[in-house]
């Protein structure tokens, strides 16, 4: 919770891979949210579809065969390689990635460090500032009225 009073965070449940059978469940400006990912096996790999609040399919994940990624689907017309996600960043622990939807903003995850060896948190890059916008942290944790939760992010309303 900000310091207005607004939530805006995200706990994933499930088995702790969000191939299979992850339900990310919170609040975006104190609505309630619901991402769920389901994972089927096809004969060229394996497909996550990602949908939002129970009706709307927001993402298509194709996992490549072997050691490759595959690629993302965000709508019919637009795929990005899965490796466009994950490119360098500013240090050699840090990854980039562009938003397409928010006028190719990019924005950096940089791991937190020793004390939080897997958290990371998720920075804003623009020529005039940068700025954190979330905080993903994955100790395990359990959540009143919603059970066992596999990792937590908090951001700012955006």
Known sequence: MDQNGIVNELFFTGQGDPRHKCVAIGYHNNAPVVY???TVDLPQGTRTTVTFNEHTEVALLDWAMGVHLGSVFRDTER????AD?????????????????AGNELFEWRRLGNRQPYAYELISIRPETTARIATYDPTPREVPKMGRAYAWIDWRGM
């Open 79 to 82: 795929t990005t390689p899965m």
């Open 36 to 38: 769920k990912f389901e």
């Open 85 to 101: 996600f994950v490119s360098h960043g500013t240090t050699s622990t840090a990854r980039q990635f562009r938003s397409h939807t």
